[in-house]
């Protein structure tokens, strides 16, 4: 089992910056590949970032390319998204996931363990 802990949510106004958190336990981090998705009220669960368990792949959705920003720490088992330049449409919940496999991508199905989730709310 690995546990997954997201924090670094919040509230920010159009054109911030948050960096959101994931903590790991349980397993050994670097045999899994990390990733971040979020859900708004709403709509359904959709694919943000993804990094390979040694953070030499990563991917990004259209949407938040060129902002946005997943990196990893292995030796302190946590996982980031850097997050920049946020519009109305970022404000979801963030939830952190992972996959034993090297890269999960943006498939909701390769990935075994998920966080709780932590919201992220941006004003205009």
């Known amino acids: 089992q690995v546990q997954l802990v997201e924090s670094g949510g919040g509230l920010v106004q159009a054109g911030g910056s948050l960096r959101l958190s994931c903590a790991a336990s349980?397993?050994?981090?670097?045999?899994?590949?990390m990733g971040w998705f979020r859900q708004a009220p709403g709509k359904e669960r959709e694919f943000v970032a993804a990094i390979s368990r040694s953070g030499s792949i990563t991917d990004y959705a259209d949407s938040v390319k060129g902002r946005f920003t997943i990196s990893r720490d292995n030796a302190k088992n946590t996982v980031y998204l850097q997050m920049n330049s946020l519009k109305p449409e970022d404000t979801a919940v963030y939830y952190c996931?992972?996959?034993?496999?090297?890269?999960?991508?943006?498939?909701?199905?390769?990935?075994?363990?998920w966080g709780q989730g932590t919201q992220v709310t941006v004003s205009s």
């Open positions: 996931a992972a996959t034993p496999r090297n890269y999960g991508g943006g498939y909701t199905f390769k990935y075994d363990y």
């Open positions: 349980g397993r050994t981090f670097s045999n899994y590949g």
